[in-house]
């Protein structure tokens, strides 16, 4: 069976940091491009950083640049989020998702809605209160 687990994420203080996990369980996760993506109660999700498969870009949406940072350890077959100075608004529930088992992945690539990535994380809360 093909899926995702993810692992880190918790309660923190305005200003704190967390790192949340994303590993693969049956494929290898090398291979694809994987975006982390957030839902907040009532709100669409959200993409927020992604990073290809072939050469380990990183794009990151304007909503947590300079923030969040993406990277990839290709000998665990591991993709991390670390998140800094976070905010009340970055609490949701956070998502890894992996891309690219389809031709149609490759149009927008890491730009690519929630629909065109083929595995999933199970969610992992992050809240953030004082």
């Known amino acids: 069976q093909l899926s995702l687990v993810e692992s880190g994420g918790g309660t923190v203080q305005p200003g704190g940091s967390l790192r949340l996990s994303c590993q693969a369980s049956?494929?290898?996760?090398?291979?694809?491009?994987v975006g982390w993506f957030r839902q907040a109660p009532g709100k669409e999700r959200e993409a927020v950083p992604c990073i290809t498969g072939t050469d380990d870009t990183p794009t990151v949406s304007d909503a947590v640049k300079g923030r969040f940072t993406i990277s990839r350890d290709r000998a665990t077959n591991t993709v991390y989020l670390q998140m800094n100075d976070l905010k009340p608004e970055d609490t949701a529930i956070y998502y890894c998702?992996?891309?690219?088992?389809?031709?149609?992945?490759?149009?927008?690539?890491?730009?690519?809605?929630?629909?065109?990535?083929?595995?999933w994380g199970q969610g992992n809360q992050v809240t953030v209160s004082s």
């Open positions: 049956g494929f290898t996760l090398n291979m694809y491009a």
């Open positions: 998702a992996a891309g690219g088992a389809r031709a149609s992945f490759y149009i927008k690539g890491c730009s690519s809605g929630p629909s065109e990535f083929d595995w």
